[in-house]
């Protein structure tokens, strides 16, 4: 198992644009969680998945803000229009039941 | 009132020394809670966990939990300067997402 995998590691885009985010969990984890980290903060929660469902989203996200986690495999986030204060980087995490998270390296969004 | 809180740090301690990183949260009802390591550009990494009152050791870390006072600590035994990083503290009150505080700095001085 390589642990969970993110891509693309570094994504730079232009104010206005769409971009889409890619996670693969541990394959035995059914708990994926995306997470917003920006410098000098502790992960900020953004969604849960279990299986394919999602089952929270935060009220931060906005409507730009979508996920998705077809048949319970890697999960997908896309941020519409996006605006400068969306740049962070963005923690994908897996885990099985409630023993911890297992977090990928995570995709840096720059916004210029 | 943020719901965990931690001390921004730096926290600075010579090797060899016990480095003791704090935590506290407000929501009464917590009932897991998590100490990641997370080095500078990095993802954070889990350290421990720890459900009931009490310690819980494992190898040079030991986490602490007092529920009474809300209070988690991380105590780390003969600190190295690899133990140089952010430590966040992280709590679930049993829904299904876990809240991060902003994390304590450390630095082990050579």
């Known amino acids: 198992d390589t642990g969970v995998s993110q891509n693309p590691r570094h994504k730079i885009t232009k104010r206005g644009q769409n971009v889409t985010f890619r996670c693969d969990p541990i394959?035995?984890?059914?708990?994926l969680y995306w997470y917003r980290q920006t410098l000098g903060q502790g992960p900020e929660f953004l969604t849960y998945?279990?299986?394919?469902?999602?089952?929270?989203k935060s009220r931060l996200l906005s409507d730009r803000f979508s996920a998705e986690r077809p048949k319970g495999s890697f999960s997908t986030l896309e941020i519409q229009r996006t605006e400068q204060g969306d740049s962070a980087m963005y923690l994908c995490?897996?885990?099985?039941?409630?023993?911890?998270?297992?977090f990928g390296s995570g995709t840096r969004l720059t916004v210029v | 009132q943020k719901e965990v809180e931690q001390n921004s740090g730096p926290l600075s301690v010579p090797e060899g020394a016990i480095a003791s990183l704090n935590c506290t949260y407000s929501?009464?009802?917590?009932?897991?809670f998590f100490w990641y390591r997370q080095y500078s550009g990095k993802s954070p990494e889990l350290i421990m966990f720890?459900?009931?009152?009490g310690d819980k050791e494992d190898g040079r870390f030991t986490a602490q939990l007092n529920k009474a006072s809300q209070y988690v600590s991380l105590l780390i035994r003969d600190s190295q300067p690899s133990d140089s990083a952010t430590y966040l503290c992280?709590?679930?009150?049993?829904?299904?997402?876990?809240?991060f505080g902003a994390g304590t700095r450390l630095f082990v001085k050579a």
């Open positions: 394959s035995e984890h059914n708990r």
């Open positions: 998945f279990q299986n394919e469902a999602q089952l929270e």
């Open positions: 995490a897996s885990s099985l039941g409630q023993s911890g998270y297992t």
């Open positions: 992280a709590v679930n009150t049993g829904g299904f997402k876990t809240i």
């Open positions: 720890i459900y009931s009152n």
């Open positions: 929501d009464r009802g917590s009932q897991s």
